[in-house]
């Protein structure tokens, strides 16, 4: 017996052609040979030309343990899609990304296109985002989350019609975001916040102002992505006046970081204090390891180490500990012509024009602000530990002093160091993340 996804149906409308609407349980509906949308997993098929409000009734009305895939094809969405909250094991499907493209060029009604809140154990898989006319696929407090073989982009040339984030889980546990491709987010393409144990693996991000973000995040790995052609390529960010602060084992490895030179458009929020030609920042996180990484003609810095206040002020009390880097292991990665035209546009940017770095005025590869907290002592007490990093030997690391910098005397050449031989040190690696 057939099992319609509509409730009320009657057997006779199921006699009269029902096939043509979403039905779970008939394999002559699905692609020959698809494992993924069958009467034993509970899926529901569209086909390309299913109306919206067909879809939109279906996905209001999943059920643990059920799922929805979307057939080859452009389906045109006015209204976001929603999956409903406090439901488990449910996955929202393609037919992969270059063959199902869900276009929010008309949504009006919302900020986010696709939209999951309070699911355990969710996998999005397979489709294309196109113009979502804010934030692509978000998913909030949900857990054991997977997003792969996902692309999200903007097709306008005007950026201030792209939309803040591709990729977006926040407040989540147990994150995968792979095999994904985001193009032209106006803050970062694949961004995770305030959430825990996470692993963002091949993909490949350009074209955004952040490639990718980790913003207060616990237990992250970042690895095998290409970032390429954006304003930065990854940051690593812990900030103020979020649910969670303090930012910690977070290893960002064997990554392509190349040519991320491109405009910061962002409109507003933190990241538009970051210079184009950024590879790699991590602003004031604890435990942090970069390695292995090959870094690629990134014109201001390829490697910058900073603290929260090189950025701002803060008057949160939970953040205060927190805004100063700390445990930064950079080790055992490839640096290549980067340096060589710093963002003047941005204040960071211009400030590194003033360094006199030798070998030709270049940045050197790996950057410290050197800001250290109140009552700090020793030679690293923030324990910055750099080596076996492949690059130029004449400039390859420097701290910058910003804690002696005088902004009427204009001073950084006269107070920033060069290679001082403190900072070439060791730390115990980070653990990797075990997703269940």
């Keep these: 017996m057939r099992t319609c996804a509509f409730h009320g149906m009657t057997l006779a409308l199921l006699a009269l052609g029902a096939s043509l609407l979403a039905c779970s349980s008939d394999d002559s509906q699905n692609p020959p040979g698809d494992p993924s949308c069958t009467a034993a997993n509970r899926c529901t098929f569209f086909a390309s030309g299913t109306s919206e409000l067909e879809i939109q009734n279906r996905i209001a009305t999943i059920r643990s343990g059920e799922s929805v895939k979307f057939g080859e094809g452009t389906f045109t969405f006015t209204n976001q899609i929603a999956l409903p909250s406090n439901v488990n094991d449910i996955a929202l499907l393609g037919s992969g990304r270059e063959k199902t493209v ?50 999200t982009y903007w097709s306008s040339e005007d950026t201030s019609k792209h939309g803040g984030y591709g990729l977006y889980p926040v407040q989540s546990t147990d994150v995968l975001i792979e095999k994904s491709l985001v193009i032209g987010a106006s803050d970062a393409g694949i961004y995770v916040g305030q959430s825990k144990n996470i692993v963002v ?3 490949e991000a350009h074209g955004n102002v952040a490639g990718i973000e980790l913003e207060n995040c616990f237990t992250a790995d970042v690895y095998d992505n290409e970032a390429h052609d954006n304003a930065a390529g990854i940051l690593v960010f812990d900030v103020p006046n ?29 990241v538009r204090h970051v210079p184009g030609g950024t590879g790699v920042a991590v602003l004031a996180s604890t435990n942090v390891e970069v390695f292995q990484n090959t870094f690629e003609k990134n014109k201001t810095a390829h490697m910058s180490i900073l603290s929260f206040l090189v950025v701002e002020q803060t008057t949160d009390p939970n953040y205060a500990p927190y805004q100063w880097p700390s445990k930064i292991h950079v080790h055992d990665n490839t640096f290549t012509e980067g340096g060589t035209a710093p963002d003047i546009s941005k204040e960071l940017g211009a400030l590194l024009t003033l360094g006199q770095f030798p070998e030709n005025n270049r940045v050197p590869d790996m950057l410290y602000d050197g800001i250290l907290p109140p009552g700090a002592q020793g030679p690293n007490p923030q324990r910055i530990c750099l080596e076996h990093n492949e690059g130029s030997a004449l ?12 902004r ?22 980070v653990p990797p993340v075990r997703l269940p």
């Excluded at 355990?120 to 804010?134: A, Q, S, W, Y």
């Excluded at 602060?245 to 933190?270: M, Y």
């Excluded at 400039?395 to 005088?406: I, R």
């Excluded at 001073?411 to 690696?429: G, Q, S, T």
């Design 395 to 406: 400039s390859a690391f420097s701290n910058l002093h910003l804690d002696k910098f005088d």
């Design 102 to 151: 869900l276009d929010f060029a008309g949504l009006t009604t919302a900020n986010d296109s696709v939209y999951a809140q309070y699911v355990r154990n969710l996998r999005i898989e397979g489709f294309t985002v196109k113009d979502p006319p804010g934030n692509g696929v978000k998913v909030l407090q949900s857990t054991n989350v997977v997003f792969r073989d996902l692309k």
């Design 201 to 203: 693996q091949n993909n």
């Design 408 to 429: 009427t005397k204009l001073n950084l050449a006269e107070v920033r160091e060069m290679n001082p031989p403190e900072f070439v040190c060791e730390l115990p690696p």
């Design 242 to 270: 979020l649910q969670q602060v303090g930012g910690h084992d977070i290893r960002v490895f064997k990554n392509r970081v190349r040519e991320n030179n491109g405009t910061n458009f962002a409109p507003s929020a933190l």
